[in-house]
C-alpha cells in the first residue's frame, strides 16, 4: 500500500537515464574495444539489453553503477525474439550491429501497449546508406557495405529519438559523409553524440535537427558518465507539487526539464532552480493548465501520465493531448477509478479536478502510467493498492527509496491474493 502521505518534504538525487544509456550500450558494438560507462541506472531494461549484447558474444559486467562492455570480435549478428518482444528499445542494436558486422537480424518489435510504433523511420535510413533490407520470418534482415547519404527521418508525428540514434551510429563506420535532416533534438541523442565522438567518431551538430557525420574506418573504446535522468526528475518534482510539499531534486538538469517547469508554474506551483538541483514549493490548490506533447523540447510524453496525475486533482479543466502516441492513455481508467473525472477525446484527455482522489486497488498497465499511479496515490486520501511494479521497475531504480526520504509511506510486498498475476510483486 502507499499511504497519503502529506506534503514530502527533503531532497532526493536523481539517478542516470535509462533511455541515455540503452543507446550508448548499443554504440559499444561499434567497437572491439571496452568501454567503461558510468552512473548507470539499475533498472530492468538495462539488464534486458546486457542480456541482448551478451546473447551476440560481448562481455557485459555491470557492477553497481558502473557497467563495462567488452565486445571483442565477436560473432553475433541477430537479436532474437525472446528479448526484443519484451523490449522495443532492442531495436537499436541494428544500426551498430550492421555498421560493424556487415549484416543484421533483428526480431521486428511487436505492438506496444502504449500504442503503435512502427520502426519505417529507421529502416529508411538505413537503406538510404545502403543496406539491402527485407523481412525474413519476423525478422528485419539488413546488410550491405554502408556510404554517406543524406537522409530524412521526419515520422507522421516528428522525429523519432531511437530511429536517429540507429542511423547515426551506422553512420559513423560508412564510408563517406551523412546529414540527417530533422534529427531528434532530444538530450540522450546529444548525449549519444557525445559517446561517439570520445570513440573516435566525427559527428556534428547535436541537439539539433541536422547532423553531419564523417565516417571513420573504426572506433575505440570510450569512458562515458550518463547524464542524469530528466523524466526521474521531473516525476519526483511532480511528487513534491501533487503532496502540496517542497522538494529538492539534486543534479536535475533545469534546462532538460524546462517544459515541465512552465507548466508547472502555469499551475500554480514555485520551481526555483538552484545550483545543481531545483526546488519545488506547492503551497496552494493548483490550477488547471492545458498540456501538449511534443518532440524536445516540447513537452515529453513521458511526463504526460505523471502530470495528468497532478491536473486530476487541480481547480478547473486541463485538456492533455499526445502528439507522440495518440493511444497512451491507458492510465485514464486507472485514474477514474481513483474517483478521477477524465474523459479521452480522441488523441486529448479532459480532466475535470476534483477536490481529493481515494485510495483503492489499481494495476500499472506500463511504465509511465505506473509513475502515474505512484503519484496519485500519494494525494490520495486512503491507502492505494499498487500492482504490476514489473513495468516501474523498467525505469525507476529507487523511486520508492526516494520518496520515502522524502517523507512517504509505502512498502513493496509480495500479495498473494488472485488478483495477484504470478507473484508480481506491488506495494502494500
Ligand atoms: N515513429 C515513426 N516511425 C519510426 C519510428 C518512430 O513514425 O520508424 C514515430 C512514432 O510513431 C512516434 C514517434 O515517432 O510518434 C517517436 O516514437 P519512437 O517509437 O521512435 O520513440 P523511440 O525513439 O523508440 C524514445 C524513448 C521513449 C519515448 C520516445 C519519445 C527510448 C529507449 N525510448 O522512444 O521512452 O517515449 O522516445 O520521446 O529512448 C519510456 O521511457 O517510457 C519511453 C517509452
Redesign the pocket.
Known sequence: MIQPSGPLRGTVAVGGA??DV?PIMAACLLTEETSVIEGVPQVSDVLMMADILRELGVAVELNGPQLTITPGRYSGTTATYDLVSKM??SVCVLGPLLAKQGEAQVSIPGGCV?G???????LKGLQALGAAISSEHGYVVAAGLLHGARVHLA????S????TGNVMMAATLAEGTTVIEQAAC?P?VADLVAFLCAMGARVEGAGTPVIRIDGVRQLHGARHQIIPDR?EAGTLMLAGAVTHGEVVIDGARADHVAALSEKLREAGVEVDVLDGAIRVRAPRRLSAVDVTTL?YPGF???LQAPIMALLATAQGVSVLTEK??PERFMHVAELNRMGASIAREGASAIVKGVPRLSGVPVTAPD??AAAALVLAALAADHQTELSGLEHLDR?YQHLEEQLRQLGAVLERVEIPSARQAEGVPGWS
Not at 116 to 121: A, V
Open positions: 535509462k533511455n540503452l522495443r528499445a502504449i503503435p510504433r512502427p520502426i519505417d523511420l529507421h515520422g507522421a508525428h516528428g523519432s529519438v531511437l530511429a532530444e540522450e523524466i518532440p515529453p510524453t513521458d507522440i502516441y511504465l509511465r525505469g
